[in-house]
């Protein structure tokens, strides 16, 4: 089994700060891509940013400049550093993590995408 852990969340002020982390445990063989996804009310879940294992990331153009994505290999976490929050940043924040992994133990291994529950960021004054 394989989970995600995610830290960090919580109610912030505009042009504040907040760090998200996400550790990743269980059977994992490799991971491709760790990344984090956010869904705001009545939206679609959308991209935020991805870190490959090799370190290449991939952000979302509305948070270009402002969040940061960074991953510790060894310890299977990634981390989303986010700056000047605006209001239209809040939303369910969701790990996830592409690679290859055994859902059931002693079974299969898969490469599959895995998501964590979520954390709350609120960016309101």
């Known amino acids: 089994q394989v989970q995600l852990v995610e830290s960090g969340g919580g109610l912030v002020q505009p042009g504040g700060s907040l760090r998200l982390s996400c550790a990743a445990s269980?059977?994992?063989?490799?991971?491709?891509?760790m990344g984090w996804y956010r869904q705001a009310p009545g939206k679609q879940r959308e991209l935020v940013a991805t870190?490959?294992?090799?370190?290449?990331?991939n952000y979302a153009d509305s948070v270009k400049g402002r969040f940061s994505i960074s991953r510790a290999n060894a310890a299977n976490t990634v981390y989303l550093q986010m700056s000047s929050l605006k209001p239209e940043d809040t939303a369910v924040y969701y790990c996830?993590?592409?690679?290859?992994?055994?859902?059931?133990?002693?079974?299969?291994?898969?490469?599959?995408?895995?998501w964590g529950r979520g954390t709350q960021v609120t960016v309101s004054s």
């Open positions: 996830n993590l592409d690679g290859t992994v055994r859902p059931v133990v002693g079974g299969a291994w898969y490469r599959r995408d895995t």
């Open positions: 870190i490959t294992s090799g370190g290449s990331t």
């Open positions: 269980g059977s994992i063989l490799s991971i491709n891509t």
